[in-house]
T-cell receptor, first 112, second 112 residues
């Protein structure tokens, strides 16, 4: 098993550009999450999904969109990138709603 | 909305001493309380968790306690070692929503 795979690992964007962070898992997990991690601020939940076709907002959803068309994939879309979206983004998945989160390696995004 | 407060933000101990990290949560429906360890440049990994029907759980040098009435839970590390140096995150989750909210993190430094 590859676990949770995120791409790209690093990306630099210009203000106003758009991009998609890809996340895929091969563990047949129903639950998937996107978090952002800023220094000293912990992990903030952006969006989450409890299964294919179902998504919901987390703590900081503004400026982001997600989709969950399959169990395996949970891409995160950034529209009109802003400097405030400079962060490290982690995708995670879980088999149950109260089970261990398996994180990807993270994607470091810089918006200039 | 849901909130998890974590203290202290930094903690420095001598090797062999104990370390205690405390968290408070706001959502009365929370019933799952995991702790994650994140080494520098790595992804967070689960080290221990506790559910609302249990008051305490131990795993070798690590223990967690939960006080549902006060909405507090704590991580205790005994006989600390330099390899325990990392950022520790508490989190709270509700089985109803599948949402997992993290605290701000505690940077633990264990000095040899």
């Amino acid at each position: 098993n590859a676990g949770v795979t995120q791409t790209p690992k690093f990306r630099i964007l210009k203000i106003g550009q758009s991009m998609t962070l890809q996340c895929t898992q091969d563990m047949n997990h129903n639950y998937m999450y996107w978090y952002r991690q800023d220094p000293g601020m912990g992990l903030k939940l952006i969006y989450y999904s409890v299964g294919a076709g179902i998504t919901d907002k987390g703590e900081v959803p503004n400026g982001y969109n997600v989709s969950r068309s399959t169990t395996e994939d949970f891409p995160l879309r950034l529209e009109l990138a802003a400097p405030s979206q400079t962060s490290v983004y982690f995708c995670a998945s879980s088999f149950t709603n109260t089970g261990e989160l398996f994180f990807g390696e993270g994607s470091r995004l810089t918006v200039l | 909305g849901e909130n998890v407060e974590q203290h202290p933000s930094t903690l420095s101990v001598q090797e062999g001493d104990s370390a205690v990290i405390k968290c408070t949560y706001s959502d009365s429906a929370s019933n799952y309380f995991p702790w994650y360890k994140q080494e520098l440049g790595k992804r967070p990994q689960l080290i221990i968790d506790i559910r609302s029907n249990v008051g305490e759980k131990k795993d070798q040098r690590i223990a967690v306690t939960l006080n549902k009435t006060a909405k507090h839970f704590s991580l205790h590390i005994t006989e600390t070692q330099p390899e325990d140096s990392a950022v520790y995150f508490c989190a709270s989750g509700s089985g109803n929503t599948g949402k997992l909210i993290f605290g701000q993190g505690t940077t633990l430094q264990v000095k040899p």
